[in-house]
């Protein structure tokens, strides 16, 4: 059985790529839909810290802080939305096994840092999971401009503020867990991408599009259990 978590994330890069939706669609399971804004699809990577994390109901001060690394798109599931990863990179091995079995999210151990370097986040991540395909991601990257906060319908909305996770169980089944957090803060961002190896890792070609990076100081998370998806149309 799942764990209902908090945790704080901080730190984040959304870097955001279109994708052509019939390409993504082969890559999903079944009963997931790819959503499109405006006609396309989206892959993101998402570097950021998860701070104090611990199940719901512990004092932070209990909790651990956790790099994460992320590869997502943005879905339906019989018409209600949500985002469904395709891996997940994390650099506590107990965490890892634990998000696999209690949570069925196709997280990955790494060795991994965020750390500062010429007043800019420094992100890396390369993946040492036993038996698995190496991924690599090294960025820096820091807002610019001033904060916003993503207007209705807009593209930034449409990749930011989500409140359902998909994945699939072992036994094929779609699951999913809701998420509760505010509105997102977001930045405009420059971003360096020095390595990234995710796309290839997750058996993606390159996308040959410029990527849309956005900034985020962060916000406070709760999740649910996950949950086996019964429901039809």
């Given amino acids: 059985m799942s764990l209902p978590l908090a945790f704080e994330w901080r730190h984040l890069l959304f870097a955001n790529w279109p994708v052509d939706p019939d390409y993504l ?3 999903l399971p079944d009963r997931l839909s790819v959503q499109e804004y405006e006609g396309t699809g989206w892959l993101s990577i998402i570097p950021f810290v998860n701070v104090d994390t611990r199940p719901r109901g512990l004092p932070a001060w209990l ?12 879905v339906t599931c ?25 949570h069925r999210l ?39 401009g001033e904060p916003f906060t993503p207007g209705p319908n807009s593209l930034s909305e449409f990749l930011t503020e989500r409140r359902r996770l998909y994945t699939q169980g ?7 867990t809701d998420v509760e957090h505010e509105r997102w803060t977001l930045y405009p961002a420059d971003a360096t991408i020095e390595e990234n190896t995710l796309f290839e890792a ?21 999740t649910t259990r996950s949950k086996r998806w019964d429901r039809r149309t």
Avoid at 81 to 98: C, K, Q, R, T
Avoid at 107 to 134: I, N
Avoid at 202 to 222: I, K, M, Q, T
């Fill in 170 to 176: 072992m036994d094929g089944a779609i699951r999913y």
């Fill in 106 to 144: 196709p997280y990955y151990y790494a060795r991994m840092s965020c750390d500062w370097a010429g007043g800019r986040v420094a992100f890396e991540s390369h993946r040492r999971h036993p038996g698995d395909r190496p991924a690599r991601f090294e960025a820096t990257y820091w807002p610019t």
């Fill in 25 to 27: 669609s082969a890559h």
């Fill in 63 to 74: 909790g651990v802080d956790l790099p994460e690394l992320n590869l997502r798109t943005y």
């Fill in 78 to 102: 019989e018409g209600e939305p949500g985002v469904y990863f395709f891996s997940l990179d994390a650099n506590m091995l107990s965490s890892v096994l634990g998000a696999r079995v209690l």
């Fill in 202 to 222: 997750n058996a993606f070609r390159n996308p040959d599009s410029e990527p849309l990076f956005y900034y985020s100081p962060g916000l406070d998370v709760l």
